[in-house]
């Protein structure tokens, strides 16, 4: 039997689309997103279980979406491909408010997560700008870290326990809900950062945190990402308040945002090398924005802060975060331009922009990256100011002024996007071969027809 009728008999109750119903919706991020022969949305488990089983028997490869928000490439598809979509998985199944513990779907999105533990006075601990549309089971798949991860860690630090359907059809249950278990190998922690090609996540435990009362942000403008990490250290050290974000901008990529979001010059503190969006959290507004300019009224001269403001009202910290979290203006201006995401240890940020800037503009005279990111843990986002895509060869010569020394100095080619398709040929060249082959070998241990998004990761 054909492909379409086949899973309509084999899964009757589940959604299904054919190619041309892909091809008029939107496919997120990724326009590669909605290039397969079919999309099934199962209701429950037991639906994923029976469209993995009918695709691992039949040999047919299966790529599972979540809010397809992933800027890597992992949940490309192409011509004979069937996507296990979990849009159905969306319920938030249990937070338990005395051990901080939620029990949720894998189609839950981070910010209905994040509203329904609100209501608790809770949150997951973890943020991004995609959380009306990123989902629980695509953040463990890609170990998303985000805005909070040098407070939290990153997704992997977050997951208490999980199930995932394994590509055989078996379901692996370790849904534990203890933070303690040091029972052999921890095997959730595969599924973690995966990208879908061990099996797919279907349910997760994860930890909540208390929320502050009440949070406040200031735009502070330094010469340069070392001056930022002094502020961060100070505000990390306080027991008045709580820091709950530190994003960096330097100035060429502050400057394009400026400009796409018609910010009048003036309207805020933007003029210098670097700018820091700085979030506070106190048990009350006043008490975050008073620890906020005393805080920096602190260290003012010894850091050699050039401008600063503490927003004063929340369309003032709106207007502050847009500058940080609207990115999808690096798109519109440069279309399908590459952009990157390195981690870099702390102390060599500045050594290591200056020296991408040189090495970039060696290759072409007129590269002038837009360099932004997660200052305190040092994960930053790259984009180039050409038009994509950029030859192989020369992407190539690219991502080695990029990732050169990277992992010698401890740091990483890939910090939280994942690898997906887009750093596949970067993962080959830049990860440490030890790791790849035990990689490949656990992939071939658990699908060992390669039906679970093939290609990605590890090939
Ligand atoms: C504006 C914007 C801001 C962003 N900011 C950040 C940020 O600060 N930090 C960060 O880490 N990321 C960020 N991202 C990237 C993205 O939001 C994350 O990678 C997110 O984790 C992807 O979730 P998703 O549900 O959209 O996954 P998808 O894009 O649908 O899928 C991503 C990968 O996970 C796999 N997958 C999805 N669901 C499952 C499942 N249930 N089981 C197994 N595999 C699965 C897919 O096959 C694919 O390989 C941002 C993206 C955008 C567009």
């Not at 933070?179 to 599924?191: E, I, N």
């Not at 400026?258 to 048990?283: T, W």
Request: with cysteine; aromatic share 6%.
């Amino acid at each position: 039997m054909a492909l379409l009728p086949s899973l309509r008999a084999a899964l009757p109750n589940a959604t299904i689309w054919d190619a041309a119903e892909l091809a008029s919706r939107d496919p997120g991020f990724d326009t590669r997103n909605f290039g397969a022969s079919a999309l099934v949305r199962p209701r429950d488990v037991e639906e994923v279980a029976a469209l993995v089983k009918f695709c691992s028997e039949r040999g047919i490869s299966l790529v599972a979406q979540g809010g397809r928000t992933g800027l890597a490439g992992g949940a490309a598809t192409s011509q004979g491909q069937v996507i296990c979509d979990l849009g159905g998985l969306n319920r938030i199944e249990d937070i338990d408010p005395f051990t901080r513990v939620a029990i949720v779907q894998a189609g839950v999105t981070l910010g209905a997560l994040q509203e329904a533990a609100a209501q608790h006075g809770l949150d997951p601990g973890i943020d991004l700008a995609a959380r009306g549309s990123a989902t629980i089971g695509g953040m463990v798949s890609t170990n998303a870290g985000g805005i909070m991860a040098f407070r939290n860690g990153t997704m992997r630090h977050r997951v208490l326990g999980l199930e995932a359907v394994l590509p055989d059809g078996r379901l692996f249950c370790d849904l534990t809900r203890v933070l303690k278990t040091s029972a052999g190998y921890d095997l959730k922690h595969l599924f973690i950062g995966a990208e879908g090609t061990l099996g797919i996540v279907t349910r997760v435990a994860l930890r909540l945190d208390p929320v502050a009362g009440a949070s406040a942000t200031a735009l502070v403008g330094v010469p340069n990402a070392a001056s930022a990490q002094h502020i961060v250290r100070h505000f990390l050290t306080s027991t008045s308040a709580r820091l709950t974000a530190a994003e960096i901008l330097w100035r060429n990529f502050a400057s394009l945002m400026q400009r796409s979001l018609n910010y009048a010059s003036g309207s805020l503190p933007l003029d210098a090398p670097c700018l820091l969006v700085l979030g506070l959290g106190a048990d009350s507004i006043e008490a975050a924005r008073s620890a906020l300019e005393g805080g920096l009224a602190a260290i003012w001269e010894e850091v050699g802060i050039v401008d600063g403001l503490v927003a004063s009202s929340e369309g003032q910290a709106a207007a502050m975060w847009r500058l940080r979290e609207e990115t999808v203006e690096i798109e519109r201006a440069h279309p399908m331009a590459p952009s990157f995401d390195v981690s870099v240890p702390a102390g060599a940020l500045d050594a290591y922009v200056a020296r991408i800037e040189a090495g970039l503009k060696k290759l072409d005279a007129s590269y002038a990256p837009y360099v932004y990111g997660h200052l305190a843990d040092g994960n930053l986002h790259i984009s180039l100011n050409c038009e994509g895509p950029v030859p192989h060869e020369r992407h190539e010569a690219i991502e080695d002024v990029l990732y050169e020394g990277l992992r010698e100095a401890g740091g990483s080619f890939s910090a939280e996007h994942g690898v997906g398709l887009e750093k596949r040929e970067a993962y080959e060249r830049h990860a440490d071969p030890v790791k790849r082959d035990l990689a490949k070998a656990i992939k071939e241990l658990i699908d060992p027809g390669n039906v679970m998004n093939p290609g990605k990761v590890v090939g």
